[in-house]
């Protein structure tokens, strides 16, 4: 997991075999932050296109996302981006597993921002 900052969350899913996917969290409610992927991960391909993005994040599924450009996520947002550019015919044939995996990873990440908010609250109580 990579924290570009105070409040944007990304999380690098790389397994060989499967499709990489990345998840970008704007965790800040109020302002828009923004981000440029090959500032911060080196493994990434060159472009990366939208699996779904959240209703205010304005981006839509199948968009193509240049790593080198900057991202502006609105309050709250939360896109899934993977480097497999799959067609019609393939998009509906997922591997069980893969999306099997991507839950559970999601479920890392949340936990993860559970803990970091704990250590934070901590650190303002002592």
């Not at 500032?39 to 060159?46: F, G, K, R, W």
């Amino acid at each position: 997991m990579d924290i570009f900052n105070d409040t944007v969350f990304v999380l690098n899913r790389f397994l060989p075999g499967y499709e990489n996917y990345t998840l970008i969290i704007n965790m800040d409610t109020n302002y828009t932050q923004n981000v440029r992927l090959s500032d911060q991960i080196s493994n990434l391909n060159d472009s990366l296109v939208v699996v779904v993005g959240s209703e205010n994040s304005n981006f839509n599924p199948g968009n193509l996302i240049s790593t080198a450009e900057w991202l502006a996520l609105s309050p709250g947002a939360t896109i899934v981006l993977t480097d497999s550019i799959s067609t019609d015919e393939t998009a509906t044939e997922s591997k069980p597993s893969t999306s099997s995996q991507l839950y559970i990873t999601l479920k890392v990440v949340l936990l993860c921002l559970c803990f970091t908010n704990i250590c934070s609250l901590r650190a303002h109580i002592l």
